[in-house]
């Protein structure tokens, strides 16, 4: 599946979300962002959309689905298939297929995940994560500087592993 018209006018590439940023996200009641730095672009693989299921945060996810600003998408293609078979064996089950759609697909990839960063790259999947949303919510004027900071540190005390307090030095 190619972009949509609208989304090649507005020249959004698709950006699949893994479990690990919408994680991050959601464990600071910040989903909402997400949305209003990529308006239109948002998907998230059936296989991530099951881990959530599994975990805490089903409630707001199953809302953006059903809203329509997170695009659910698996992998259907016997070419995206085989590559989420290979991406399983190192990977997890979202992982893999988040990876096999966007290589298929020329879809970009936002992971906080080490291995799946690493595969990515390897592939050349464009890639961001957490702390590269953050970032571009600064840069697009939707949060202040300081709200990124806060944000990093909330997600950090959360679980996020990230080596910084603040985005110093990122913008």
């Known amino acids: 599946m190619r972009p949509s018209p609208r989304e090649r006018a507005e020249g959004a590439t698709p950006l699949l979300l893994d479990t690990t940023v919408l994680s991050n996200f959601g464990k600071v009641?910040?989903?909402p962002l997400l949305r209003q730095?990529?308006?239109t672009a948002l998907r998230i693989a059936g296989q991530v959309y099951d881990e959530l299921k599994a975990g805490s945060l089903d409630s707001p996810i199953l809302e953006g689905v059903a809203g329509a600003w997170l695009h659910l998408v698996t992998p259907?293609?016997?070419r995206?298939?085989?590559i989420y078979r290979e991406y399983s064996r190192t990977l997890g089950s979202g992982e893999a297929a988040s990876l096999a759609i966007g290589i298929c697909r020329s879809w970009a990839l936002a992971t906080d995940d080490r291995?799946?960063?690493?595969a990515a790259r390897t592939a050349g999947v464009p890639l961001t994560g957490s702390v590269g949303i953050l970032i571009a919510a600064v840069h697009a004027k939707i949060i202040p500087r300081a709200e990124g900071d806060a944000l990093l540190r909330d997600m950090r005390r959360h679980?996020?592993?990230f080596p910084l307090d603040t985005l110093d030095g990122l913008l």
């Open 29 to 31: 009641g910040r989903l």
């Open 37 to 39: 730095v990529f308006p």
């Open 76 to 78: 259907d293609s016997e």
């Open 80 to 82: 995206e298939m085989s």
């Open 115 to 118: 291995a799946a960063r690493q």
């Open 159 to 161: 679980g996020y592993h």
